[in-house]
C-alpha cells in the first residue's frame, strides 16, 4: 500500500514563501504521475502543478511563475516552492500520486496541509 506524507505548511504573510515536501512510502510500486491540488474554503479542489507521466509539468494559470514543482526521484518525493503568496492561496494542498504496481493502476493522496497566507 503507498502512503503519501506531506509538510511544510503553515501560517506565512502575503508576500513570503513556503515549501511543501511529499513523500511516498510504501513497496511494489512505481509512481506514473505525481503533483499537488488544493482545495480552499467554499471552492472546489484544483490543480496547483503537476508532473506529467512524461515528465513535464503543468501549472494552474493563478500559480505559474510564482510556483515551481520540482521532484526527487530516488526519493520519490515531490516539491512546490511556493513564492510571492497571496491572500487567495490559502487553502488544504494535497498531494497526489497515479501509481502502478504492475497490475493496475490507481490514484493516491496525502492527507493534506493547511496553507495560511495573512493579507
Known amino acids: 500500500q503507498v502512503q503519501l506524507v506531506e509538510s511544510g505548511g503553515g501560517l506565512v504573510q502575503a508576500g513570503g514563501s513556503l515549501r511543501l515536501s511529499c513523500a511516498a512510502s510504501?513497496?511494489?510500486?512505481?509512481?506514473?504521475?505525481m503533483g499537488w491540488y488544493r482545495r480552499a474554503p467554499g471552492k472546489q479542489r484544483e490543480l496547483v502543478a503537476h508532473f506529467t507521466s512524461g515528465g513535464s509539468t503543468n501549472y494552474a494559470d493563478s500559480v505559474k511563475v510564482r510556483f515551481t514543482i520540482s521532484r526527487d526521484n530516488a526519493k520519490n518525493t515531490v516539491y512546490l516552492q511556493m513564492n510571492s503568496l497571496k491572500h487567495e492561496d490559502t487553502a488544504v494542498y494535497y498531494c497526489?500520486?497515479?501509481?502502478?504496481?504492475?497490475?493496475?493502476?490507481?490514484?493516491?493522496w496525502g492527507q493534506g496541509t493547511q496553507v495560511t497566507v495573512s493579507s
Open positions: 497526489h500520486a497515479r501509481v502502478t504496481n504492475a497490475l493496475w493502476e490507481y490514484d493516491v
Open positions: 510504501g513497496s511494489g510500486f512505481s509512481i506514473i504521475d
